[in-house]
């Protein structure tokens, strides 16, 4: 599986692989064990075997070091002495706090959509993948609707043309937590936001940024709550029993 995943990632960074000397083995590294935790083959607590990885990729065991090393910088992993490293194991307030952050990146890609002008392929590609969320939503992996919601996120923030807020989204991470994202704020919380995406993306295709960012910030603004009101963190109003703003 760990082979197949190896394959898996070279082949999706376009060319990446034929490139030579030992910043191309560490970048090469860093995805792999990107994709192990991405995909669930490596959970909070799991050690990382730089044997294993080294392996998988046949390169040597200094590159997955500096792999190791740079993704204990980025919080994804944690060293341990005597022991190389493990998956960190992330408080449920940390991922909520990416979530967040992902949101409001949301937010400033679709308004610099307006900037860029004309972009009806990329809304003919939301609503493909709105659709697609509408549809997990109705079922019972909520999971998978989450998967769905983060590739929303991700391709609204690549195409928005600032390649500097898709290296910071990118570092959220937020493919890693999808399990513990669920786990947080629970299937029916996910599921039933999951039209919403298929409204934002039919603004969009109309030229409306604007009403785009308002649902999304609404329907964010919900979650968080809920979230914090279920958990005592939010006093809730008196006067209609809405929770207060955040």
């Known amino acids: 599986m760990i082979g197949a995943v190896a394959e898996e990632t070279s082949e999706g960074r376009g060319g990446a692989g034929k490139k030579t000397g030992s910043s191309a083995l560490v970048v090469q590294a860093i995805q792999h064990i990107d994709a192990?935790?991405?995909?669930?083959?490596?959970r909070p607590g799991d050690a990382i075997s730089e044997p294993e990885v080294g392996a998988a990729l046949s390169i040597g065991r200094v590159p997955v070091r500096e792999a190791i090393r740079i993704l204990a910088g980025e919080g994804i992993l944690e060293l341990v002495p005597n022991r190389s490293?493990?998956?960190?194991?992330?408080?449920?307030?940390?991922?909520?706090?990416?979530?967040?952050?992902l949101t409001w990146m949301s937010a400033c890609a679709m308004e610099r959509l307006v900037v860029e002008g004309a972009h009806e392929e990329l809304a003919d590609d939301l609503i493909g993948i709105a659709r697609r969320i509408e549809q997990r939503g109705k079922g019972m992996d909520a999971a998978a609707t989450m998967r769905e919601i983060n590739r929303f996120h991700a391709h609204i923030i690549r195409s928005c043309g600032n390649r500097y807020l898709a290296d910071v989204a990118s570092r959220t991470r937020m493919n890693h937590y999808t399990r513990s994202v669920v786990m947080i704020l629970g299937h029916r919380a996910i599921n039933a936001g999951a039209p919403k995406?298929?409204?934002?993306?039919?603004?969009?295709?109309n030229g409306?940024?604007?009403?785009?960012?308002?649902?999304?910030?609404?329907?964010?603004?919900?979650?968080?709550n809920d979230y914090r009101v279920d958990r005592g963190f939010v006093e809730r109003s008196r006067m209609d029993g809405r929770p207060l703003s955040i």
């Open 36 to 42: 192990l935790i991405g995909r669930g083959l490596l």
């Open 85 to 101: 490293a493990r998956v960190r194991l992330v408080e449920p307030d940390e991922i909520l706090e990416r979530f967040e952050l």
């Open 197 to 205: 995406y298929l409204q934002m993306a039919q603004a969009i295709k």
């Open 208 to 224: 409306d940024e604007g009403k785009a960012i308002k649902i999304l910030l609404k329907q964010a603004r919900k979650v968080l």
